[in-house]
């Protein structure tokens, strides 16, 4: 059992987020606000895409350009900062940045095969909840890994942040931040 734009549509106007999806468009586009990131028109939201693949087998929901790199290779600071983004990746769950070095592009996502089952509402609303929490809890630390000098990486113990972390994923039906 696949699962197609129509469902995702219709968990979305019942969880009363705002969304974009012309016909025909390969993903659905909506937002969440945030608390710490800031967009790159200064608004505390982070935009998402939900995109299906394999004929809705297959979800990914991603927020592009989240950061840019325009660092060269070899730098501390890239260095740095892709130490930062994956001690991110092993403190948390399910989310994952990827890096395009062809513009810098840098993205959250989250990705998984559905295969033999449909999308629950909740695990869209999880998924989207983690994915901006994830992004709003630790801008802070991937904004300085971005543009401060020297080595760089998370504190190896940040107690505050994991237990914000933990919190987070163990509210999905209440936490309901969104933009319109």
């Not at 696949?2 to 974009?20: H, M, P, Q, V």
């Not at 025909?24 to 800031?38: A, H, L, P, Q, V």
Request: charged residues 30%; hydrophobic residues 35%.
């Amino acid at each position: 059992m696949a699962t197609d734009f129509n469902i995702i549509k219709s968990y979305l106007k019942d969880e009363g987020y705002s969304f974009i999806h012309s016909s025909g468009s390969e993903y659905i586009e909506t937002s969440i606000k945030t608390e710490n990131y800031r967009n790159d028109d200064s608004a505390k939201s982070l935009s998402l895409f939900i995109k299906l693949e394999e004929d809705g087998k297959f979800i990914k929901v991603l927020a592009p350009y989240v950061y840019r790199c325009a660092l060269k290779s070899g730098s501390n600071r890239k260095a740095a900062l892709f130490q930062a983004l994956l001690q991110i990746c092993w403190k948390t769950k399910m989310v994952q940045f990827e890096y395009d070095s062809d513009d810098g592009e840098i993205r959250a996502i989250v990705e998984f095969a559905l295969e033999d089952t449909a999308l629950s509402k909740l695990q869209l609303i999880r998924i989207m909840s983690t994915l901006s929490s994830v992004v709003d809890l630790y801008h802070e630390e991937i904004v300085k890994a971005l543009t401060v000098d020297g080595d760089y990486g998370l504190a190896a113990s940040n107690h505050e942040k994991d237990s914000r972390f933990s919190t987070v994923l163990n509210r999905t039906e209440s936490n309901k931040v969104r933009a319109k």
